[in-house]
């Protein structure tokens, strides 16, 4: 029987090598090598400087930016070092409070939105660090784009339908705008256009 | 629910169903140490982890040996993670300069992982090393779901072996179920997953500053290569807290896509290694049907629950499904179908808050892990227990027709019926009993997230799968003393006490003799038997568990209908 405990140990070193030191670092290894970008992080950066994380949402509130959905991580939402849900339950006070307030906060900051409010938009995400909102989310808030940068909703949604990510193969997950492309093509867009953004509010 | 939801669905199906027979096949040929396409590569690697650790290729093992090695490897592991975890502060690989963790979620952390649960009492990005996360965990998630693998093969050589006393040896089980079957597996899922953006580096977090000039800490690490058997294993700990919700662990649908195959993959092919050792594909067969149609059972009620949404929210005036604790890309249909996958399995990894799933949907994963994680199951123990559930089957058709029952040719006589009695009675004795006594005492209502029925759900929740070696959860519910200690016995009995029963029932049916099978012997591939089957596992979970379940999943659905709120 204490040969099973000798045997046990010497496994135990040998895989925990193998297994927990050798695989790990010859993957770390491979994936630098093949996908350097991804293995990093995703990182994007603008004019020369990290902004962050093309897979990790971000939290915007300046009303001529896109913004994302409630988040749960953290104090002030969209901390990757504390990510998670509220795991609120279907019949919880609290849940019905706060999308109550997610939903008069929408129609607060969009007064000339004049589609169904979507519902990712006062729904928290399950990481909490969610970086895509749904077309129809992000539809809901190009007139509120539209009037704090001085261009048309037009031009807006076009910018929008041009960063739709539909299903994977036409049938894996569902449709969705990635929040940090789409004001990232939203400030350069504008740029482009030269119009100089008339700010007022 | 639409037609795309459910073709993603039908599709994840199929594909699991056309790799059933080809990774099944390549099992048997491994545990029957026969030559396979990797023996060149691999041969020399086992003889000299056997020449190191004193393992003789060729040894056999009664159960009671086979059992005590499970044990005493287990024990050794559990040891080694919890000082890992005490003391991983002073060692190298720890960027964040994260603490020494505590003794007693150190103990649960040990033995969640140990026994294969992964419940998680602690954020991982803000809790473990970038050594106690591979080291500890990652390593953790081969060798807890090889030990698992081999006492499936154990208890199906002991179906397949008539007149003696012997199940093959752990040691080599174990050591061919992780360079033969998890390594490679894992390291092209790993590539597969970075290449869909999951990091995999040794950096230290990094800090960004957005475009409105917000901080932000971007977190990293070896996080790939755990995905990958953290899936495959059915292991389901989660590198970072939000598991594979996180876009970190699961950035894309197609992401999501492989990480379902992974969790089904060797499960589902271990039914096609059992039909291939007994000799007759056909009963494997028909434990592959048995696990598919409750499969689907399940999943078409959570994928209506979750699409049909809230009614406490559409009376706010938002239409549409359940997102709360859902992420975009994913979605109602893909978060349905991956929990009522990671339930039907033992895996546990989550891409959505069951907590906050409807009250209907979050009844589903309950119940899935309720009835033994039987559907296609945890790597391993998905197949003997569905095993021990067929010797009962075997039993109670023997019952009906009043005739000594046979399963493959062998008597299924008192000592075996015990046995596997014994084996199905632990689980509600473990699960009901800690969940009253929680709901009765202040330490058990302390760290409730939710009031109501669904804080009992959240109560149910936490002993059903930890018991089940399941270790997803309704994460609401938060770690305190009483907590820690409580689903720690409760992994340890749920993996042990289950599986030391098991080990005797393998132990006995190799030393039966084979008796030449009759004109009325009870065919265990037919679809009567199928039938049956099905409605063996389905009334003992309903007659164990549904009073509990009424309090609180069923009670808080009528309330949500009614517009009560706790």
């Not at chain 2, 003794?103 to 990005?125: D, I, R």
Request: charged content about 10%.
């Amino acid at each position: 029987m204490l040969k099973h405990f000798s045997t046990s140990v010497r496994l135990t070193i040998l895989t925990v090598v193998f297994f927990g030191l050798a695989y790990p670092f010859a993957m770390t290894g491979l994936a630098q090598a093949i996908f350097p970008n991804q293995a990093n992080g995703s990182l994007v950066s603008a004019s020369g400087k990290t902004i962050g994380s093309g897979i990790i949402g971000q939290l915007w509130t300046k009303p001529q930016y896109f913004h994302g959905r409630p988040s749960a991580a953290g104090k002030n939402g969209y901390d990757p070092t504390s990510t998670g849900g509220t795991n609120l339950g279907p019949t919880s006070k609290k849940l019905i409070a706060s999308t109550k307030q997610a939903i008069a906060a929408l129609r607060k900051d969009n007064p000339h939105a004049a589609l169904p409010i979507p519902m990712d938009l006062v729904t928290s995400s399950a990481s909490g660090i969610d970086p895509d909102i749904t077309p129809e989310g992000a539809y809901y808030q190009a007139p509120r784009i539209a009037s704090e940068r001085g261009i048309t909703t037009g031009s807006v949604n076009s910018i929008i339908s041009a960063h739709v990510r539909g299903r994977t193969f036409g049938f894996l997950g569902e449709p969705r705008v990635n929040v940090l492309e789409l004001n990232l093509a939203l400030d350069r867009a504008v740029l482009v256009s030269a119009t100089p953004a008339p700010r007022h509010r | 629910m639409s037609v795309v939801g459910w073709l993603q669905a039908v599709v994840l199906f199929l594909v699991v169903l056309a790799l059933t027979k080809p990774i099944g096949l390549f099992m048997a040929k491994v545990f029957q140490g026969e030559r396979t396409w990797l023996s060149p590569v691999f041969v020399p690697v086992e003889r000299f982890i056997y020449r190191i650790s004193g393992v003789r290729e060729d040894e056999e093992m009664p159960w009671n040996t086979y059992m005590f090695a499970v044990l005493a490897f287990s024990a050794v592991g559990f040891a080694w993670l919890y000082l890992l975890l005490r003391t991983q502060a002073w060692l190298p690989f720890n960027p964040q300069h994260l603490a020494n963790v505590p003794p007693a979620l150190a103990w649960n952390t040990a033995v969640s992982f140990t026994t294969n649960t992964n419940w998680q009492f602690y954020s991982g990005e803000s809790t473990m090393s970038y050594l106690s996360q591979m080291a500890g965990l990652t390593w953790h998630n081969f060798v807890s779901a090889a030990a698992g693998i081999a006492l499936a093969i154990a208890l199906i050589r002991g179906i397949a072996r008539t007149t003696v006393k012997t199940l093959g040896s752990f040691w080599v089980d174990l050591t061919r179920a992780c360079l033969y079957i998890l390594l490679p597996i894992s390291i092209v899922a790993c590539l597969v997953l970075v290449m869909q953006g999951v990091p995999q580096n040794f950096h230290a977090y990094q800090t960004v500053t957005s475009i409105e000039g917000v901080s932000q800490t971007i977190t990293g690490g070896p996080m790939a290569s755990q995905e990958a058997i953290k899936e495959l294993g059915t292991n389901g700990g989660g590198f970072v807290n939000a598991n594979s919700a996180s876009p970190n662990e699961n950035p894309t649908p197609f992401s999501d896509f492989i990480e379902m195959l992974l969790i089904l993959l060797i499960g589902a092919g271990l039914t096609y290694t059992y039909g291939k050792m007994v000799k007759d594909t056909r009963q494997g067969w028909a434990l592959f049907t048995a696990m598919s149609l409750l499969f689907f059972a399940g999943l078409v009620v959570v994928y209506w629950a979750e699409a049909a949404g809230n009614p406490l929210t559409h009376h706010l005036g938002v239409l549409g499904s359940n997102m709360e604790g859902k992420e975009v890309r994913f979605g109602a249909a893909a978060s349905a179908l991956w929990a009522t996958i990671t339930t039907a399995t033992s895996c546990g990894a989550v891409n959505a808050m069951h907590d906050s799933f409807t009250a209907i949907g979050g009844l589903i994963p309950l119940i899935n892990m309720q009835l033994g994680e039987i559907i296609f199951g945890g790597v391993g123990s998905g197949l003997y227990t569905k095993l021990v559930f067929v010797v009962l089957t075997v039993f109670i058709a023997g019952l009906m027709v009043g005739r000594t029952p046979e399963f493959l040719g062998k008597k299924i006589e008192r000592r075996e019926v015990t046995l596997a009695m014994l084996s199905i009675l632990i689980t509600p004795l473990l699960v009901l009993v800690p969940t009253a006594i929680a709901a009765l005492i202040p330490a058990g209502l302390a760290t409730l997230n939710n009031s109501g029925p669904h804080g009992f759900s959240e109560i149910l929740y936490a002993f059903t799968s930890t018991n089940a070696n399941n270790g997803s959860a309704f994460a609401g519910l938060g770690p305190n003393l009483f907590y820690n200690l409580t689903t720690g016995v409760n992994m340890l009995f749920g993996r042990f006490a289950e599986v030391i029963p098991i080990m005797a029932l393998a132990g006995a049916l190799a030393g039966k003799k084979a008796v030449p099978e009759g004109s009325g012997t009870f065919t265990t591939y037919s679809p009567v038997f199928v039938a049956l089957l099905i409605g063996t596992i389905v009334i003992v979970g309903a007659l164990t568990f549904l009073p509990a379940d009424a309090l609180g999943p069923i009670v808080e659905h009528l309330f949500s209908l009614q517009g009560k709120t706790f």
